[in-house]
């Protein structure tokens, strides 16, 4: 019975931190988004570049999991 016990909590952690990586990232897509369109406003092509790469690394990273 202890074992299944800690087996439930390992696995509750587990589903903690999986919720909690997608959290982050969704949030930090949302920022990259909003920092793509003030580069495009102000015309800013390197900001632009280096954030799209940023976000593709994302969604790349979206994609392994």
Same mark, same amino acid.
């Given at each position: $019975? *202890?074992? $299944?016990?800690? %087996?439930? +909590?390992?696995m509750l @952690? /587990?589903? !903690? +931190? $999986?919720?909690?990586? =997608? !959290?982050?990232? #969704?949030?930090?897509? +949302?920022q990259i988004?909003?920092?793509? *369109?003030? !580069?495009?406003? #102000? @015309? *800013?092509? =390197?900001?632009?570049?280096?954030? %799209? +790469? =940023?976000? #593709?690394?994302? =969604? *790349? /990273? #979206?994609?392994?999991?």
């Amino acid at each position: $019975m *202890d074992q $299944m016990k800690v %087996t439930y +909590e390992v696995m509750l @952690g /587990l589903a !903690a +931190e $999986m919720i909690w990586d =997608e !959290a982050l990232r #969704k949030h930090r897509s +949302e920022q990259i988004y909003s920092e793509i *369109d003030s !580069a495009l406003a #102000k @015309g *800013d092509e =390197e900001a632009f570049r280096a954030l %799209t +790469e =940023e976000l #593709k690394a994302l =969604e *790349d /990273l #979206k994609e392994c999991r």
